[in-house]
């Protein structure tokens, strides 16, 4: 396991962080909340019919001490999770509708971590980013100062870890949205051992080029260093010139970034998604995410191709995101 992920399991090892896995039933979920649990990382929470997940644990030869199963057809607390619901969607669900909704285990599961019984949780693997990503926007949200939640990827080679964002989200970021997006991931860096140097890119360095998609960049950079003048931030960069200490010389001499930059906030989904993908494929970079950043409390979405070991990575990042 890379240094990343011992840095992760030293922040969460003996914290209690309860993660929910509302996908009960799912071979590679339960593999993972056998390891997590055995290993005292992450306290899991399953979802769905007692009996189910344990026939089917059995049949894999997997242990569940320390792991918990919440069925909602029989969860106790039920009526008052079903009034917590209503008073979060404020007019936009009658209790009826409540009823109904808690049935599925994605909402059953975010209502748990908006209750406090868990602090994250991690789906995806047999449902869509929608599935998994809809019920966090409508009951945990964003942070205040914070309007999208926005995805991250750690793009990590031996000893190096940069943040590429977002590249999993947010299609046409804004001024604003690339503010908050660089203060994110920033945060977002902190939690992998990442001292971050963030650097706003574009095509453009320093008004080299001018057109509405370079004045953009330009103004997410003044907002964000007007929100968080403690981080070292600054751009319209280049890659080269944010990455390369010979060009940054040249092309951006005065700038707190010195060709040292380790966050990258890419101005678009398109070009934030073919950036981490060429740098995967090409430069032979393992991509730990998507990382979704913003919520008030964390969840996190799996590729429904992912496997056993992708859980466990991501259940401890979403723990780590917890604390």
């Known amino acids: 396991m890379s240094n990343l992920f011992t840095t992760v399991k030293e922040k969460v090892q003996g914290k209690g962080i309860s993660i929910v896995l509302p996908e009960g039933t799912d071979e590679r979920i339960l593999g993972a909340a056998e390891r997590l649990a055995k290993e005292e990382l992450v306290k ?13 644990a059995a049949s894999m030869n997997l242990t569940l001490a320390g792991v918990d199963i919440y069925d909602p057809a029989t969860y106790e607390e039920m009526d008052a999770m079903v009034a917590s619901f209503v008073e979060r969607r404020k007019g936009k669900a009658t209790e009826e509708d409540a009823r109904k909704v808690l049935k599925d285990e994605n909402y059953f599961g975010t209502m748990l971590v908006y209750m406090g019984k868990a602090q994250g949780l991690v789906s995806g693997a047999a449902h869509s980013t929608a599935d998994t990503v809809r019920p966090a926007l409508q009951i945990i949200k964003t942070k205040p ?13 031996e000893e190096e ?43 453009s360095t320093k008004g080299s080029a001018k057109s509405p998609e370079t004045e953009k960049v330009v103004e997410a950079t003044r907002i964000a260093k007007e929100m968080a003048p403690e981080l070292t931030l600054d751009g319209e960069f280049q890659f080269d010139a944010a990455f390369v200490p010979s060009v940054a010389e040249k092309k951006a001499p005065g700038s707190t970034i010195k060709g040292d930059a380790n966050v990258f906030v890419f101005p678009s ?49 979403t723990a780590a995101q917890a604390l």
């Open 44 to 56: 899991p929470i399953l979802v769905g019919n007692k009996e189910e997940i344990s026939a089917k």
């Open 145 to 157: 100062g914070v309007t999208k939640t926005s995805g991250v990827f750690i793009m990590v080679r």
């Open 161 to 203: 870890k940069y943040v590429f964002a977002d590249c999993a989200i947010n299609i046409a970021p804004n001024s604003q949205d690339l503010a908050e997006i660089g203060i994110e991931s920033a945060k977002t860096a902190e939690l992998f051992g990442i001292d971050p140097r963030v650097a706003m890119l574009s095509f």
């Open 269 to 317: 989904l398109e070009a934030g998604n073919i950036g981490y993908k060429i740098a995967q494929r090409l430069g032979n970079f393992e991509a730990v995410g998507p990382i979704l950043q913003g919520l008030n409390m964390p969840v996190n979405d799996l590729s429904r191709g992912c496997n056993e070991e992708e859980v466990y990575k991501l259940a401890l990042i």
